[in-house]
C-alpha cells in the first residue's frame, strides 16, 4: 500500500521547503528500520533491547531511556536497567500507569525512584526538555504491558505519531512472544483436539517464522499445512483493507511475479468473506475453477476455503485454500479444524510481516519518487522535454510499454498532446503539429472528466477504446492504465495514458497507487513549469516592447495625419495610369506618394463604403504599418506596397470576388499590406539559432517571423485611432482576423511547400466555389503569388530586387559567420552564384506558383509568361558570368553589359 493523500501532501510540503528534509526522513527510516526489527524479536531480553534502540532513533535528542515490561509469570511491569527491578509505586512512573495515558513531565524529583536511573532528567530541565512517560496498552483489554520513559526534546505531533506506531509494533510483539512461550509451556499437555493439535509441530513451525520476507514464510506455513491435512497444494488469499478486493503473492511453494487479485462481489469467493461460509469445490464457478487450475498447473479435484479471522477483532482478514486432498478423498471436518488452528498461531505474523513488509516498499517507492521529482524539476524551463521526462519516469516507474500525455485546454475543452512516446503527431497517416481531441472523448477524456484512475485489463473489449489508431499504426494495444495529473485546487490538468505492461499480464493495483503518488509530482512541475513558461513570455514581450519603441512603435504624428485628411482620396488609376495592369510596376512610384497610392487601392476597391471604415482611421492605420517596417535591403516597406499592389490587381484582373467572399479579399489585402511587418532582415533559421527574443516567444508554434508579424498587426489594430475595423460586426471581426492570420503564416515557405500538392490537384479537377478548403488554399496561393510578384516585373525591376535581396542575404551570412556558424550558399557572399540560386529558385518555387495560379485563372497568363522570360534571362547572366560573383561592393549587380533579350550565345 502505498502513504496516504495527506501523507503525500506533507512529502509536497517537503519537496517545495526542503530545510527539514533530511531530519523527517531520517526518523521515518529510523522507525522503519526499528520496527522489523522488532517485528524478527524472539525473546524478551531482546526486546527490551531493541525498544530502547527504537525510542533514541525516533525522538530527538534522547539523553535515557528506561522500558518496563510486564513480567509473564509475576504479571508485574519489570525493568532490566541495571538489575531487573519492579516499577516502583510512586512518583512519575507509577502516576502515569494509573492514569493510562502519556504525559510529558518538566523534571524529575531528587525524591522520586527514578532519579538514579534517569540522572539528566532531574529537576530542573531546560525549557524545551521534558520527561516523557508513555504507557504500552494491550488494545483487547487495555491493560498496560509497558512503559517507555525517556529524557528527550519536547514532543511533536510527529513525534506523538511515531511513537504510537512503535508501541503498537512494541504490544503485538509482546503478544507473539507470550503466545509462543504458553505454547512452550503446554508442548507436552494434550488439548480436546489432540488429533490435529499437535504441540511440537506447532511450535516448531512458531520458532521457523522469522525473518521479514513474508513470502517465506508464507511457503513455511503452507509446506506444514500440507503436511497435516495431506493436501496437494495450499494458498493464502488475503483481504485488502477496503474488503474489496482478495490477493496473493505465494501459491504452495510457488512465488508469484505478480500479485493475483480477485475482486470479492465478482468472484465466487464473496461468501466465505461476508457471510463467513465454508466453501468447498461444488461453489466455485467454472471461470474461477478454470483461473484457479491455470494458476496451479492441474486440475482441481478438490477443494476447502476456510474464513481466517483476526485474533483480536474476529474481523475477516485472508481466505485459507487448500487443493486437492491426497487419495481422491474430499476434506473433512478436521481439516477445516486443523486449518484454524494453524492459522490461529501463524496468522499474526504472517499479518504483521506483510505490514512491515509493505512498509519497506514504501520506503523504497518512497525514495524513488523524490528522485524521479528531483529529475522532473531539472526541466522546469521547457515544457516540451519536461513532458518527455514525465512519460520515461512513468513508463520506468509501471514498467509500461508506450505512454502517452495530454494536457487539458480549458478554453476550448479539448485534450492536447504534442509530444508522444513512440509515436508523434508527425509519424500518424496524417502528419499535424498536435492533436486535438474532445475532452469528452475517448479513455483519455473520461478519465479527465471524471479524475479518477481507469486500469483496462483488455483494450478491445472496452468500449471507450478506439481501435482504428492501431490498425493504422500497426501497434497492438493490450491494455492500458490512465490517470489523472491535477493541481492544487484539485483540477485536472493533464491525463496520461500507459499502454501495454511489460513485466506482467496487466497493470496491477500497485501500478495503480504508484501512479496516482506519481502523477502529484507531475502536477507540481507541470504547474511551475508553465508558470515559468508564462513569466519567461512576459519577459521576452517586454523585452520585445523595448525594443520596438526604439524602432516605431510611436503613433503618428498628427500632422502627418492631417497632411492626407485635408484633401480627398484621388483616383488612383487616374493619377498613376495603368496601375492595374499586371506590367505596372509599384516601385516605380516615388515613397512619398505610397500613402496616397493605397488609399486609393482600398477606395477603388470599394473597402471603405462596404467596411465603413472612417477615412482619418484608415489614413493613420497605413502609416502606422509603413512605420512598422524597417530600414532592411529587402523585406521594407517598398516590398509591402509591391506585395499590396499585386494583389490589388489581381483583384481587378481576376474578378476575384466570383470566387472570395467580401471579407476574403478585404482580410487578403490587409494581409498583404501588413505581411512582414517589423521583418528584422533575417529568415526564421537565424532567429532560431542565435536564440533571438522572436524565437523564445515564437519557435515553439514554428513560423517564427510570420507569428510575429501577425502579432504586430494586431498591434496596430488595437493602437488609438488605427482600428479599421471599429464598425464591423463581432462575426466579421473575428473572422476577418482570423484571415489575415492564416494568410501571414500561408507566406512562410515551408507552408507553402506542403500545401502546393493539394493547389495543384484543384487546378487539375477545378475550382469549387462551395468547398471551404479550397477558399484557404486559394488564399494562400493569391498570397505567395503577390509575395513573389517582384519576379513577374520587367527585368529592371527584376534585376533590382535581386540586388535589394542578395544584399539582405549576404548580411545575414556575414552575422552567421561572426557567431562561428556556416550559412546557406545563397547567403554566403564568397561562394553564392546569383544566377544559379535565382534560376533554382524560380524553378522550384516561383514557376510553379504562377504556372498554378493561370490555370485556376486563366486570365493570370500573362503574369505566368513574363516570370518564364525572366528565367530565361537569368539563364543568359548564368552563361556570361560562368560562376562568378556578380554582387558588387556598393551592391550593385555587374551584368549591365548583357544583352538578355538578344543574346546570340
Known amino acids: 500500500m502505498l502513504p496516504s493523500w495527506a501523507w503525500l501532501r506533507e512529502k509536497r510540503s517537503l519537496l517545495l521547503g526542503k530545510d527539514n528534509l533530511k531530519s523527517k526522513e531520517t526518523l521515518l527510516s529510523n522507525l522503519e ?27 530527538q535528542n534522547v539523553t535515557d531511556v528506561i522500558i518496563y515490561l510486564r513480567d509473564f509469570d509475576t504479571e508485574k511491569l519489570t525493568c532490566n536497567e541495571s538489575h531487573y527491578h519492579n516499577i516502583p509505586h510512586e512518583g512519575i512512573a507509577w502516576n502515569t500507569v494509573q492514569q493510562g495515558r502519556c504525559l510529558q513531565y518538566t523534571g524529575i524529583h531528587a525524591a522520586d525512584p527514578l532519579s538514579e536511573l534517569l540522572p539528566s532528567g532531574v529537576a530542573p530541565l531546560q525549557e524545551t526538555r521534558r520527561i516523557l512517560c508513555s504507557p504500552i496498552i494491550e488494545p483487547e483489554d487495555q491493560l498496560v504491558q509497558g512503559l517507555v520513559i525517556a529524557v528527550c526534546n519536547q514532543l511533536s505531533t510527529e513525534d506523538e505519531i511515531h511513537l504510537i506506531k512503535l508501541e503498537k509494533h512494541i504490544s503485538v510483539c509482546y503478544r507473539r512472544l507470550q503466545q509462543t512461550r504458553e505454547l512452550v509451556r503446554n508442548q507436552h499437555s494434550k488439548t480436546i483436539n489432540h488429533s490435529h493439535n499437535n504441540s511440537d509441530s506447532i511450535l516448531q513451525l512458531s520458532a521457523e517464522l522469522h525473518g521479514t520476507d513474508a513470502s517465506k514464510l508464507q511457503v513455511k506455513v503452507f509446506k506444514y499445512l500440507q503436511d497435516q491435512i495431506h493436501c496437494q497444494c495450499s494458498t493464502l488469499l488475503f483481504l485488502t483493507a477496503d474488503g474489496q ?27 466465505a468473506v461476508e457471510r463467513r461460509k465454508i466453501l468447498d469445490l461444488d461453489r466455485i464457478s467454472l471461470e474461477d475453477r478454470a483461473m484457479l487450475s491455470d494458476l496451479l498447473g ?35 471436518v478436521a481439516d477445516e479444524s486443523k486449518i484454524r488452528h494453524c492459522y490461529r498461531y501463524t496468522s499474526t505474523i504472517l499479518t504483521s510481516t506483510l505490514a512491515f513488509q509493505r512498509e519497506h516498499r514504501v520506503k523504497v517507492e518512497t525514495q524513488s519518487l523524490l528522485q524521479v521529482a528531483k529529475t522532473l524539476f531539472t526541466h522546469l524551463g521547457d515544457v516540451t522535454e519536461l513532458l518527455k521526462g514525465i512519460m520515461q519516469e512513468a513508463r520506468n516507474l509501471t514498467h509500461a510499454e508506450r505512454c502517452s500525455l495530454f494536457l487539458v485546454d480549458n478554453e476550448r475543452n479539448e485534450l492536447v498532446a504534442e509530444v508522444f512516446d513512440g509515436l508523434t503527431p508527425t509519424t500518424l497517416p496524417e502528419p499535424v503539429s498536435e492533436i486535438r481531441l474532445p475532452i469528452c472523448q475517448g479513455i483519455a477524456g473520461h478519465v479527465a472528466t471524471n479524475g479518477k484512475v481507469l486500469n483496462i485489463r483488455d483494450a478491445y473489449s472496452h468500449p471507450l477504446f478506439y481501435r482504428a489508431l492501431d490498425e493504422s499504426t500497426g501497434f497492438k494495444t493490450r491494455n492500458i492504465l490512465c490517470f489523472p495529473i491535477k493541481d492544487d485546487n484539485g483540477c485536472v490538468i493533464g491525463v496520461a495514458q500507459l499502454c501495454n505492461k511489460i513485466s506482467g499480464e496487466t497493470f496491477t493495483m500497485d501500478d495503480e497507487e504508484v501512479a496516482m503518488a506519481f502523477s502529484v509530482f507531475c502536477g507540481i512541475s507541470i504547474e511551475h513549469s508553465l508558470m515559468y513558461k508564462r513569466i519567461a513570455e512576459a519577459k521576452h514581450r517586454n523585452d520585445l516592447a523595448n525594443e520596438l519603441m526604439l524602432y516605431r512603435l510611436q503613433l503618428v504624428a498628427q500632422e502627418e495625419v492631417n497632411r492626407f485628411v485635408d484633401k480627398d482620396i484621388e483616383n488612383v488609376r487616374v493619377v498613376h495610369c495603368g496601375i492595374d495592369r499586371f506590367e505596372f510596376v509599384a516601385r516605380s512610384i516615388q515613397d512619398s506618394e505610397t500613402i496616397s ?91 532560431v539559432s542565435s536564440r533571438s527574443v522572436l524565437a523564445a516567444l515564437y519557435s515553439s508554434e514554428g513560423s517564427v517571423l510570420e507569428r510575429h508579424h501577425f502579432a504586430q498587426t494586431i498591434c496596430i489594430f488595437n493602437s488609438e485611432g488605427c482600428n479599421i475595423l471599429e464598425n464591423v460586426n463581432s462575426a466579421e471581426f473575428h ?34 466555389a462551395d468547398n471551404s478548403e479550397h477558399h484557404n488554399l486559394i488564399l494562400s496561393l493569391l498570397m505567395t503569388a503577390c509575395d513573389l510578384s517582384d519576379q513577374t516585373k520587367n527585368w529592371a525591376n527584376t534585376k533590382l530586387t535581386s540586388e535589394c535581396l542578395y544584399r539582405e542575404f549576404f ?45 485556376i485563372f486563366p486570365a493570370a497568363e500573362t503574369v505566368y509568361g513574363n516570370i518564364y522570360k525572366n528565367r530565361s534571362r537569368w539563364d543568359v547572366v548564368r552563361r556570361h558570368t560562368d560562376g562568378r560573383q556578380i554582387l558588387m561592393s556598393d551592391g550593385r549587380l555587374d551584368f549591365n553589359n548583357i544583352d538578355v533579350d538578344n543574346d546570340s550565345m
Request: proline content about 4%; some cysteine.
Open 597 to 687: 497610392a493605397v488609399l486609393g487601392m482600398f477606395q477603388d476597391m470599394g473597402f471603405l463604403d462596404r467596411w465603413r471604415i472612417p477615412k482619418t482611421t484608415l489614413i493613420r492605420f497605413c502609416l502606422m504599418a509603413k512605420n512598422g517596417y524597417r530600414d532592411t535591403p529587402y523585406h521594407n516597406w517598398t516590398h509591402a506596397f509591391s506585395v499590396a499592389h499585386f494583389c490589388y490587381q489581381l483583384h481587378k484582373n481576376l474578378n476575384l470576388t466570383k470566387f472570395l467572399s467580401d471579407v476574403e479579399c478585404f482580410a487578403l489585402f490587409v494581409a498583404c499590406l501588413c505581411h512582414d511587418i517589423d521583418h528584422r532582415g533575417t529568415n526564421n533559421a537565424f532567429q
Open 811 to 855: 548580411k545575414q551570412g556575414d552575422l552567421e559567420k561572426a557567431m562561428g556558424s556556416k550559412p546557406q550558399p545563397m547567403m554566403d557572399r564568397d561562394i553564392a552564384s546569383i544566377p544559379e540560386q535565382q534560376i533554382e529558385f524560380l524553378n522550384t518555387i516561383a514557376i510553379p506558383v504562377y504556372r498554378t495560379l493561370a490555370d
Open 298 to 332: 492441474f486440475e482441481i479435484v478438490s477443494l476447502l476455503c476456510v474464513p481466517v479471522e483476526n485474533p483480536e477483532s474476529n474481523e475477516i482478514i485472508a481466505l485459507a485454500c487448500a487443493f486437492n486432498k491426497t487419495g481422491g478423498q474430499t476434506f473433512s
Open 33 to 59: 528500520e526499528s520496527t522489523l526489527n522488532i517485528g524478527a524479536v524472539l525473546d524478551v531480553e531482546s526486546l527490551y533491547k531493541e525498544s530502547k534502540h527504537a525510542v533514541r532513533g525516533i525522538l
Open 245 to 271: 478486493q482478495l490477493y496473493c503473492k505465494v501459491v504452495g511453494e510457488k512465488i508469484l511475479s505478480e500479485d493475483l487479485r480477485l475482486v470479492v462481489n465478482q468472484s465466487s469467493f464473496s461468501p
Open 735 to 768: 473572422n476577418i482576423l482570423d484571415l489575415i492570420r492564416d494568410i501571414i503564416l500561408a507566406t512562410d515557405i515551408a507552408h507553402h511547400l506542403r500545401i502546393m500538392p493539394d493547389l495543384q490537384q484543384i487546378s487539375a479537377d477545378g475550382l469549387d
